[in-house]
C-alpha cells in the first residue's frame, strides 16, 4: 500500500479530481476553468490520444505525435488546474482519497473519466498472440510487427510460412476493423510491393471478420453495403457470422454456423470489443456485470456513493433509450462532460441538476482513399464526398494547430502518390517483452 501523498497544494477550495485526460477528461477540465474549484488531473501518460486515427499510425500513414498532444500544453494558462503524471490504482470512497503509484490524494468531488480497454473475453492465447489497437503505444507495436514479418517473410522459403508472414485477419468490423481493413489493403496494393519487390505481394491476404450479419453494425444497412462493397473492390475477405475462438500465432480457429474452420495468418489484429476501465474500489454492485462500466444515475453520479461521478466510456447510463448504456464513442464522453462541469457547479452552490440526453450527430467510416460512409441524421453520403466530411470532421476534432497541419499534409501526399511514409521499426516488437510487461503491471509494479 502506497504512503506518500501526491504533493498537490491545498488551495482551500473546493477539489475536484479528474481520473483520465481523454475526450471526457480533458472537456471537465476546459469546462470547469473560471470556476471557483482546484481541478487535478491524473493520467498514465503525459499527453492525450485522438483514439480515432491510431489505425493510420499502425500502418505507417501518420506519426504518433500527429495524433496525440502533451496535456502540460493545453492547460498551461489554467489557473486552478493541476496535472499529476501517475497511474491511479484505486479509489477509496470512504476516505475520500485516490491511491496512485505517486502517493494518495484527498478530493472533495471526483470524476472517474479512465475510458476503456481491449475486451479478450478471457480468451489468454487470443490475448498474449494478437494485437489489440486502444493506446499510441500499441499502434506502434503494430506497426513494427507488420514490417518486421514482411522481413521474415523475405528470409523464408516455406510458401505457407511467408503467407502466414503476410497474412492480416482482423476480428471485429465496426469503424476500426473496417478502417483498419482498408489501409492494409491500399499498403498492399500501392506500398508494400515497391518496397519488397522480391515478394509476391499479391499473395497477402487481408481478412475481416465478425460475429454479425454486416460491417458497421451500428450504421444502417445501406451504409453498411457500401462499405462491404468497398471492402470487396480493395480486395477484402469478409467473413459474416463468424467467431473467432481461439489463436495460436500463426492460425485463427474461427466458428461458422457450428463448424469449425481456419485462417491463416501472423498479424491478428482484435478489434472485436472493449470494456470499461474502471478503477478497483468500487462495490460490486456499482459496476455492470457485463462490460466492467461504472453504473451511473442521469446526472453521471455513482448513486450511493457521496461526490462520485463517472463519464465517458467508463460509465454506464441506463436510460430508456439506451437500456445498456450510452455507446462508447467520443460525442457521449464530450457531452456528458460539458454537463458534468455545468452540474458540479449546481451542486456546489445548491442547484438542482439537469439530467444528460445525448445528442447524436452522426456516424462514419472510411474505408480508403475516396470511399467513406457517413450519417449525418436521416442525410447519408458515401464515396467521395463522405470521404471528404470525413477528413474534414477528423482534422476539425484533433487537439493543436500543428497536428491538425502535419495531418493534413500527411493525407495530401498519400492523395497524391499514395505513400505511407513512417514505415520505420523503432523499436522492434516482441510478444515475450509485452507479456513480461502486462504481467508486472497486474503486480503492481509501475513501469
Ligand atoms: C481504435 C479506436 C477508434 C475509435 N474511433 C472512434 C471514432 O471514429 N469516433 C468516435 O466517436 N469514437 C471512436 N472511438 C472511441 C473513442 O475513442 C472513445 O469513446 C473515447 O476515447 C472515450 O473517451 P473517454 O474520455 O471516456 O476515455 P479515453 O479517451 O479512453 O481516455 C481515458 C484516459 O484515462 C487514462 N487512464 C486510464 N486508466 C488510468 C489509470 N489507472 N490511471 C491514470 N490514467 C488512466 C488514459 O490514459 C486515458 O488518457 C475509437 C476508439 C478506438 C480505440
Same mark, same amino acid.
Given at each position: 500500500?502506497?504512503?506518500?501523498?501526491?504533493?498537490?497544494?491545498?488551495?482551500?477550495?473546493?477539489?475536484?479530481?479528474?481520473?483520465?485526460?481523454?475526450f471526457a477528461g480533458?472537456?471537465?477540465?476546459?469546462?470547469?476553468?473560471?470556476?471557483?474549484?482546484?481541478?487535478? /488531473?491524473?493520467? =498514465?501518460?503525459? *499527453?492525450?490520444? $485522438?483514439?480515432?486515427?491510431?489505425?493510420?499510425?499502425?500502418?505507417?500513414? #501518420?506519426?504518433?505525435?500527429?495524433?496525440?498532444?502533451?496535456?502540460?500544453?493545453?492547460?498551461?494558462?489554467?489557473?486552478?488546474?493541476?496535472?499529476?503524471?501517475?497511474?491511479?490504482?484505486?479509489?477509496?470512497?470512504?476516505?475520500?482519497?485516490?491511491v496512485t503509484n505517486l502517493g494518495k490524494l484527498k478530493y472533495d468531488y471526483l470524476v472517474v473519466a479512465s475510458g476503456s480497454r481491449t475486451n479478450f473475453f478471457g480468451n489468454e492465447n487470443i490475448r498474449y498472440h494478437s494485437m489489440p489497437l486502444k493506446t499510441v503505444v500499441q499502434s506502434l507495436q503494430l506497426r513494427s510487427l507488420l514490417l518486421q514479418n514482411f522481413e521474415k517473410a523475405l528470409?523464408?522459403?516455406? /510458401?505457407?510460412? =511467408?503467407?502466414? *508472414?503476410?497474412? $492480416?485477419?482482423?476480428?471485429?468490423?465496426?469503424?476500426?476493423?473496417?478502417? #483498419?481493413?482498408?489501409?492494409?489493403?491500399?499498403?498492399?496494393?500501392?506500398?508494400?510491393?515497391?518496397?519488397?519487390?522480391?515478394?509476391?505481394?499479391?499473395?497477402?491476404?487481408?481478412h475481416l471478420v465478425d460475429a454479425g450479419p454486416r460491417v458497421l453494425a451500428a450504421l444502417s444497412e445501406e451504409s453498411s453495403a457500401s462499405a462491404e462493397r468497398y471492402l470487396k473492390k480493395l480486395g477484402v475477405h469478409l467473413h459474416f457470422n463468424t467467431l473467432v475462438k481461439d489463436y495460436d500465432g500463426t492460425t485463427a480457429?474461427?466458428?461458422?454456423?457450428?463448424?469449425?474452420g481456419q485462417l491463416l495468418g501472423r498479424n491478428l489484429i482484435w478489434s472485436a470489443g472493449v470494456e470499461g476501465n474502471a478503477p478497483k474500489g468500487f462495490d460490486a454492485s456499482k459496476i455492470t456485470e457485463?462490460?466492467?462500466?461504472?453504473?451511473?444515475?442521469?446526472?453521471?453520479?455513482?448513486?450511493?456513493?457521496?461526490?462520485?461521478?463517472?463519464?465517458?466510456?467508463v460509465a454506464c447510463m441506463k436510460l430508456e433509450d439506451f437500456p445498456n448504456g450510452h455507446p462508447m464513442v467520443a460525442p457521449v464522453a464530450i457531452q456528458q462532460a460539458t454537463l458534468l462541469?455545468?452540474?458540479?457547479?449546481?451542486?456546489?452552490?445548491?442547484?438542482?441538476?439537469?439530467?444528460?440526453?445525448?445528442?447524436?450527430?452522426?456516424?462514419?467510416?472510411?474505408?480508403?482513399?475516396?470511399k467513406a460512409v457517413v450519417e449525418i441524421g436521416k442525410t447519408r453520403f458515401k464515396g467521395v464526398s463522405a470521404w471528404f466530411i470525413w477528413m474534414f470532421v477528423h482534422i476539425l476534432s484533433l487537439i493543436g494547430l500543428r497536428n491538425?497541419?502535419?495531418?493534413?499534409?500527411?493525407?495530401?501526399?498519400?492523395?497524391?502518390?499514395?505513400?505511407?511514409?513512417?514505415r520505420l521499426i523503432i523499436s522492434r516488437f516482441s510478444k515475450e517483452e509485452r507479456k513480461e510487461k502486462r504481467d508486472k503491471g497486474k503486480a503492481g509494479v509501475v513501469i
Amino acid at each position: 500500500m502506497v504512503q506518500a501523498t501526491l504533493d498537490v497544494p491545498d488551495l482551500h477550495i473546493p477539489r475536484v479530481v479528474i481520473i483520465g485526460g481523454g475526450f471526457a477528461g480533458l472537456e471537465l477540465v476546459r469546462s470547469l476553468k473560471s470556476q471557483e474549484v482546484q481541478v487535478v /488531473l491524473l493520467d =498514465r501518460n503525459n *499527453y492525450h490520444t $485522438f483514439q480515432p486515427l491510431l489505425y493510420q499510425v499502425a500502418t505507417a500513414g #501518420l506519426e504518433p505525435d500527429a495524433i496525440a498532444f502533451p496535456i502540460r500544453k493545453l492547460f498551461h494558462n489554467y489557473e486552478n488546474f493541476y496535472f499529476r503524471y501517475s497511474v491511479v490504482q484505486e479509489i477509496d470512497t470512504q476516505q475520500k482519497e485516490v491511491v496512485t503509484n505517486l502517493g494518495k490524494l484527498k478530493y472533495d468531488y471526483l470524476v472517474v473519466a479512465s475510458g476503456s480497454r481491449t475486451n479478450f473475453f478471457g480468451n489468454e492465447n487470443i490475448r498474449y498472440h494478437s494485437m489489440p489497437l486502444k493506446t499510441v503505444v500499441q499502434s506502434l507495436q503494430l506497426r513494427s510487427l507488420l514490417l518486421q514479418n514482411f522481413e521474415k517473410a523475405l528470409q523464408t522459403k516455406d /510458401l505457407t510460412k =511467408r503467407e502466414a *508472414y503476410m497474412n $492480416f485477419v482482423i476480428v471485429g468490423g465496426g469503424p476500426t476493423g473496417v478502417e #483498419l481493413a482498408g489501409a492494409l489493403s491500399e499498403l498492399k496494393n500501392y506500398v508494400l510491393p515497391v518496397d519488397y519487390p522480391e515478394l509476391d505481394v499479391r499473395k497477402m491476404q487481408v481478412h475481416l471478420v465478425d460475429a454479425g450479419p454486416r460491417v458497421l453494425a451500428a450504421l444502417s444497412e445501406e451504409s453498411s453495403a457500401s462499405a462491404e462493397r468497398y471492402l470487396k473492390k480493395l480486395g477484402v475477405h469478409l467473413h459474416f457470422n463468424t467467431l473467432v475462438k481461439d489463436y495460436d500465432g500463426t492460425t485463427a480457429i474461427t466458428i461458422k454456423d457450428g463448424e469449425e474452420g481456419q485462417l491463416l495468418g501472423r498479424n491478428l489484429i482484435w478489434s472485436a470489443g472493449v470494456e470499461g476501465n474502471a478503477p478497483k474500489g468500487f462495490d460490486a454492485s456499482k459496476i455492470t456485470e457485463r462490460g466492467n462500466r461504472i453504473l451511473v444515475n442521469e446526472f453521471n453520479q455513482v448513486e450511493g456513493v457521496q461526490n462520485v461521478f463517472a463519464v465517458g466510456d467508463v460509465a454506464c447510463m441506463k436510460l430508456e433509450d439506451f437500456p445498456n448504456g450510452h455507446p462508447m464513442v467520443a460525442p457521449v464522453a464530450i457531452q456528458q462532460a460539458t454537463l458534468l462541469a455545468k452540474n458540479l457547479k449546481c451542486l456546489i452552490n445548491g442547484k438542482s441538476l439537469k439530467p444528460f440526453k445525448y445528442q447524436n450527430k452522426g456516424s462514419m467510416a472510411t474505408v480508403g482513399k475516396n470511399k467513406a460512409v457517413v450519417e449525418i441524421g436521416k442525410t447519408r453520403f458515401k464515396g467521395v464526398s463522405a470521404w471528404f466530411i470525413w477528413m474534414f470532421v477528423h482534422i476539425l476534432s484533433l487537439i493543436g494547430l500543428r497536428n491538425k497541419a502535419i495531418v493534413f499534409i500527411n493525407w495530401f501526399w498519400n492523395y497524391l502518390n499514395y505513400d505511407r511514409s513512417n514505415r520505420l521499426i523503432i523499436s522492434r516488437f516482441s510478444k515475450e517483452e509485452r507479456k513480461e510487461k502486462r504481467d508486472k503491471g497486474k503486480a503492481g509494479v509501475v513501469i
